[in-house]
């Protein structure tokens, strides 16, 4: 059974600084993963997609990178901003023998951008 | 906006009511979703419907019930909740399901609260 792990649940960070959200996976025989935003009482946005052939993709100042061999993506925000204040989830997809996504998601980190 | 709606926003219900949830999604899209997101832990995956067809039930217990009309429409049907049933309930839509990892657009959910 796949499971996700995102750490830290939370961090609180000054206007500026870089940071690096972890989530690790158990299966590493993923079809893709995908980093999502969600603010508070709302939907997930979707942020970045990674495919289990790329090993990262940037949109912005967002930077994900996958290593399926060790189980793990990060998602990298360059100079952070109070807008960027929200949970970040990541959700990994598994392809099973009859085609069906199987997706995991974590718990997530909640991220406090302070100005 | 990610082109799915979810009505109510938010709802509050006794344990003997019989309410439901609507989503609604203008994409085009041939596959719908319903999530549970209850605090402190991962999204769980209830009901995945693919061209209107029920394709993945995940144990969900029988005071739940949704219903497909059609492919733009997804509904999710409540009777005697119980209070660990609150939560906030996730409707989402993807182009396929089967054959690739479609990305998967969310509405805002709704906060269903039982009393």
């Known amino acids: 059974k796949q499971e996700v792990t995102q750490i830290p649940a939370a961090l609180s960070v000054p206007e500026g600084e870089n940071l690096v959200l972890n989530c690790s996976f158990t299966?590493?025989?993923?079809?893709?993963l995908q980093w999502f935003r969600q603010d508070p009482g709302k939907g997930l946005t979707s942020l970045l997609l990674?495919?289990?052939?790329?090993r990262e993709q940037t949109s912005g100042r967002l930077n994900a990178s996958l290593d399926k061999s060790s189980g793990r993506s990060t998602l990298y925000i360059a100079a952070s901003q109070p807008g960027d204040s929200a949970t970040y989830l990541c959700a990994v997809r598994l392809m099973n023998s009859g085609g069906y996504q199987k997706v995991t998601f974590g718990i997530g980190t909640k991220l406090q951008v302070i100005p | 906006e990610t082109g799915v709606t979810q009505t109510p926003r938010h709802l509050v219900m006794g344990m003997t009511n019989k309410k439901s949830l609507k989503c609604e999604q203008h994409?085009?899209?041939?596959?719908m979703y319903w999530y549970k997101q209850s605090a402190k832990k991962p999204l769980e995956l209830m009901f995945v419907y693919n061209f209107k067809e029920q394709t993945e039930n995940n144990s969900v217990p029988s005071r739940f019930s949704p219903e497909c009309p059609n492919s733009s429409h997804l509904f999710l049907h409540l009777h005697t909740l119980q209070p660990e049933d609150s939560a906030l309930y996730l409707c989402?839509?993807?182009?396929?399901?089967?054959?690739?990892?479609?990305?998967?657009?969310f509405g805002p959910g709704t906060r269903l609260t039982v009393t």
């Open positions: 989402a839509s993807s182009p396929f399901y089967t054959g690739g990892a479609y990305e998967q657009y």
């Open positions: 994409l085009g899209h041939n596959a």
């Open positions: 990674i495919q289990s052939s790329q």
């Open positions: 299966d590493s025989a993923i079809y893709n």
